[in-house]
């Protein structure tokens, strides 16, 4: 009778502490995130971190949907669907000039990622050489969309190039195709033009010929934002610090994300070597990392409204760095 007093009191312990586990999970405050894209190597610190329980441990239950591209997540974000997301900060600028409700709380690229590609073979030896040619991508595509700011800061006419209609997944066979003359993608795919041209591949960075507006950026529902402000500081603190754990030690994070992407570990490790080359800028290294500079984000914002029509505003509504832990910064040295 003793033992199976002591086993019944057992159970009945074990059943609280269940059931008290199972009250503090549904304490958790549910977070639904969409990706820009399908999941890449710059989103493999939010995998890791989020395998490792550090969301839980902040009392958020993070899901992550994923994206079919900037225009698409800033769109979620800014009516609500979602409460956070992902997308190209010149994106989600755009967006916000249209009536998107949104806020960037935190940078992923520091520096832009937009760069164009060409084959040497077709004559191209610099950009300067693409007028008169032929660029191909979606019309939606982020540079083709910021192309009239571009075309300035290059000193180039606007219309001194013609573009033309190509799918995002057929931009690299119609440039071995010669259908087109170049095309335009963001750095960390850089790898896969250099398999695939090698000593053809022509490229230049716009951010090294002065246009550099921040890219990938985590932003936020305006109306969630003001209501959830503890909520927002415990995610993007959670984020920094994962990002620049990554940046350390790239390893885990890069097996994390092979698995939830179905990718090769390969090829994600040559993906996230890039992505830390748009992670590494003064503003997050000195700074913090996710810092937005507000002199680079009024020139952000001025490139915006001359590539767009837009309804305008005062860019310092747009972005905030209050949710940041300025302690966490990207580390200058990386592997």
């Known amino acids: ?33 969409v990706l820009n894209w399908v999941p ?20 958020i239950d993070l899901v992550i949907e994923n994206g079919t591209g900037s225009g698409a997540s800033a769109k ?12 190209d900060l ?49 019309p939606f595509d982020a540079a083709r969309q910021m192309w009239p ?13 013609k573009f033309v209609n190509v799918k995002p997944n057929a931009k690299i066979a119609a440039m071995e195709s010669g259908s087109i003359d170049a095309t335009t993608n963001f750095y960390n795919v850089h790898y896969i033009y250099q398999r695939i041209f090698g000593d053809d591949m022509g490229f230049v960075a716009l951010r090294d010929l002065g246009f550099n ?24 603190s ?8 990554c940046a350390q030690n790239p390893e885990p994070c890069i097996e994390t994300l092979a698995k939830a992407g179905s990718q090769k570990v390969e090829d994600v490790t040559e993906n996230w070597k890039l992505v830390v080359e748009l992670m590494t800028n003064k503003t997050s290294t000195e700074n913090a990392l996710g810092y937005f500079d507000p002199s680079r984000m009024a020139t952000d914002y001025e490139a915006v409204e ?30």
């Open 213 to 236: 507006p921040y890219g990938n950026s985590i932003i936020a529902n305006g109306e969630w934002l003001q209501e959830n402000p503890d909520l927002a500081k415990k995610f993007v």
């Open 90 to 138: 010149p994106t989600m600028l755009q967006a916000r000039g249209k009536g998107a409700d949104l806020v960037a709380v935190m940078n992923i690229y520091a520096n832009s990622p937009y760069g164009i590609y060409w084959k040497k073979s077709s004559g191209i030896k610099s950009f300067e050489d693409l007028q008169g040619r032929t660029i191909g991508n979606p």
């Open 76 to 87: 979620k974000v800014g009516v609500g669907r979602n409460e956070l997301g992902i997308a």
């Open 238 to 245: 959670v984020t920094q610090r994962a990002y620049a754990t």
């Open 40 to 59: 890449g190597g710059d989103h493999a610190p939010i995998y890791w971190a989020r395998e490792q329980g550090w969301y839980e441990d902040a009392g």
């Open 149 to 161: 700011a571009i075309a300035k800061v290059l000193n180039i006419e606007p219309d001194s190039v």
């Open 306 to 335: 001359t590539s767009f029509d837009i309804d305008a505003y005062d860019v310092t509504t747009a972005y905030t760095n209050e949710f940041l832990d300025m302690s966490i910064k990207m580390p200058t040295a990386t592997n």
């Open 1 to 33: 009778m003793k033992g199976y007093l002591k086993t019944l009191l057992a159970g009945a312990s074990m059943a609280i502490a269940g059931g008290m586990a199972a009250g503090q999970a549904g304490t958790d405050e549910t977070i639904n995130f």
